[in-house]
């Protein structure tokens, strides 16, 4: 059996992936990262950042609200104290990047270039400082131009991180003109929760973001979309918890997936969901993930 994906001509032993922001240096002691296709490292913007008041993670019914407002320490401390020992796990490592406004991006990519990372994935779900807080991932002349400007100095994967958007054919499209090597979506979905008592929000900042099995059927839904409008390879992300949530993108026609909130639940979760890949396929006799995908009966 040959678990194995492909994102240009960078090879992964299986799909599943760890999602930015959601494992810490615990979870990489708790965890055989080695035995999952990748890990991908936190967003980092150029200068550090504290982030939002506290309280940062709010649990709903079905998942989290998180508003941790992108706290790291600055790409230089990032690619100095912290990435070493994550490059020392012997997985593949993908660097997150969060620019504050268009050209921090480049900036962001240029530090990543000679560190033993894989690739980039650019978060284009952060809002531009300079443009008054429009996120930049909804225009798709800037998404291309950031993608382009990220391209022209990296020799390392490109990945477009999209927000999550119902009609993505032209954020797509720019992304891919860009010249991204695949697109990975959903980041989380904006959300509130209020507290009838106090009268406030029970996240710090102004308001957070929705992640976790609740966010499940939407990440599908822009997933399909996201697929049926782009030649890139497309990662799926949110709401992953089993292995059958894994597949359900994969069926769609995702190239690999990656998994946030269910770190928070139980580090392993990965590896639980690589060995329940590998289980299902043996039971059903699949050979790799391409015979899996024939059996989809949607349109693509
Ligand atoms: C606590 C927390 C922190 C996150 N930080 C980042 C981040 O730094 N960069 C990013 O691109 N996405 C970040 N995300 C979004 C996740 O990578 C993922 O796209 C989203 O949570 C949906 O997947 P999930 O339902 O499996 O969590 C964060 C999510 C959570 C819950």
New binding site residues.
Partial sequence: MDLSSKIRDVKFKNPVLL????FGRDTLRFTDVSELGGV?T??VTLKPREGNPPP??FETPC??I?S?G?A?PGVDGFVSDELPEILFCDTNVIA?I?GEDIAEYTELARAFEQTGVLGI?V?L??PNVEKGGLVFGKHPGTVRKIIEDVRSISSKLVIA?LPPLFENKAIVSAAEDGGADAI?????IPALALNIDTGELEIGGVGG?L???A??PV?LYCVYNAIKNTNLPVIG?????TAKDALEFLLLGASMV???????VDPKIGNKVVKGIEEYFKKEGIKNIAEFQRRSRLEL
């Fill in positions: 999602a930015s922001g959601c991908i936190k967003s940062r993670i998942g989290v998180n941790i992108l790291n997150s969060a994935e978060n779900s952060c991180k990975s979506l959903i980041n989380t973001g992640s976790g099995p966010i499940k990440a992300v949110g709401g992953i918890m990656e998994i946030g909130t269910g770190v928070l």
